[in-house]
């Protein structure tokens, strides 16, 4: 597999980056037999990553900080990561891809985290975040 490196926004002065090791899924056009995925409301697609070691940071920014991306269908430029329950401040890089930095405390112990899209009142499916 080839890693895809992207920009894909800027978050308190400091550039998200997001390194994936596959494409993100392309979207599917609709047409009149089909419906049309956008009036469903966001969906949670992929993690980048989806997994981490105790303490240990990942997608590493320039501060030191972690960053999560999300590889999503049918996301707005108003739709936040929500993470354990805490709303993260997400980045917008199109209806198919969203990034936020993850507090430390997020992942400093062993467990398994919900992960979820919202925009306005509609949620999307959960995926999980495991740390190890």
């Known amino acids: 597999m080839r890693m895809h490196v992207a920009i894909v926004g800027l978050l308190g002065g400091y550039l998200i980056f997001c390194g994936c090791t596959q494409k993100l ?11 049309d995925v956008r009036s469903i409301g966001p969906t949670l697609v992929k993690l980048y990553p989806d997994e981490t070691i105790a303490g240990q940071a990942f997608n590493r920014q320039a501060n030191g900080s972690s960053a ?34 993850v507090p430390p405390a997020l992942y400093a112990k062993p467990g398994k985290h919900e992960v979820f899209l919202q925009t306005d009142s509609r949620k999307s499916n959960v995926l999980f975040f495991k740390v190890r």
Request: proline share 4%; aromatic share 4%.
């Open 25 to 35: 899924p392309p979207q599917q056009e609709s047409n009149s037999t089909q419906t």
């Open 68 to 101: 999560l991306a999300a590889a999503t269908l049918n996301a707005k430029n108003n739709t936040a990561i929500i993470f354990d329950g805490q709303r993260l401040e997400t980045v917008f890089g199109g209806e198919s891809l969203l990034t936020a930095v």
